[in-house]
Each structure stands twice: as C-alpha cells, then as structure tokens.
C-alpha cells in the first residue's frame, strides 16, 4: 500500500523559513516523479515543484521565484521542500504527490498518490 507521509507544517511569521518532509511507503520510490502542491482556502490545488527521483531535475512553478528549494534524500525515500522568504500568501495546505515520471509538469490531475497534506501558516 501506498503510502505519502507529510510532515514540517506549521505557523511561521513573514519572512521566515519553514522544510517540508515526504516520506514515501510501499512505493517504488526509484526513477519517479514525486511533486509539492498547495492548496488555499477557496482556491485550486497548484503545483509548487517537482523533482525526478532518477536523475534530481527539478521543476518549478514560476512564482516560486527562487524562494522554494525541492531536494531529496534516496536512502530515507524523503522528499523535500525548502520554504524561505515566506509570505501570508504561501498560507495553504501542502501536500506531496508521486507520479511515474514528472513529463506532466506541475498538473495535480497528473499525479497517483497523494498525501494528507500539512498546514503551513504565515502571519503579517
């Protein structure tokens, strides 16, 4: 079974940093696309970024604008993401996602396996 496990939510001032975890189960983890979206209250869920688990290439919504780092860890099966810069408008829930290969980009209805996501918070 599947299994996408979120974690490094929180609630965080503008302008500061938060690292978002995935840990991927019961999945082959290997040469896969494994991708962060963000959904608002009231708003469409939006790719962040991507990064292929075979080679590293990353991929990037264009308003990341260098604030988001994605990276990986192969021996923990864990994803990343960097946050830094942050703003009351990064506030959203963040989920990761996997897919077979990241040539569908940052399109959610791309992605199989999602998980249940973590709150990020920023404050004015």
């Known amino acids: 079974q599947v299994q996408l496990v979120e974690s490094g939510g929180g609630s965080v001032q503008a302008g500061g940093s938060l690292r978002l975890s995935c840990a991927a189960y019961?999945?082959?983890?290997?040469?896969?696309?494994m991708g962060w979206f963000r959904q608002a209250p009231g708003k469409e869920r939006e790719g962040v970024a991507a990064?292929?688990?075979?080679?590293?290439?990353?991929y990037y919504a264009d308003w990341v604008k260098g604030r988001f780092t994605i990276s990986q860890d192969n021996a923990k099966n864990t994803v990343y993401l960097q946050m830094t810069s942050l703003k009351p408008e990064d506030t959203a829930m963040y989920y990761c996602?996997?897919?077979?290969?990241?040539?569908?980009?940052?399109?959610?209805?791309?992605?199989?396996?999602w998980g249940q996501g973590t709150q990020v918070t920023v404050s004015s």
């Open positions: 996602a996997a897919s077979e290969d990241c040539s569908g980009g940052l399109h959610p209805g791309l992605y199989n396996y």
């Open positions: 019961g999945y082959s983890y290997s040469s896969n696309c």
């Open positions: 990064i292929y688990t075979g080679g590293g290439s990353t």
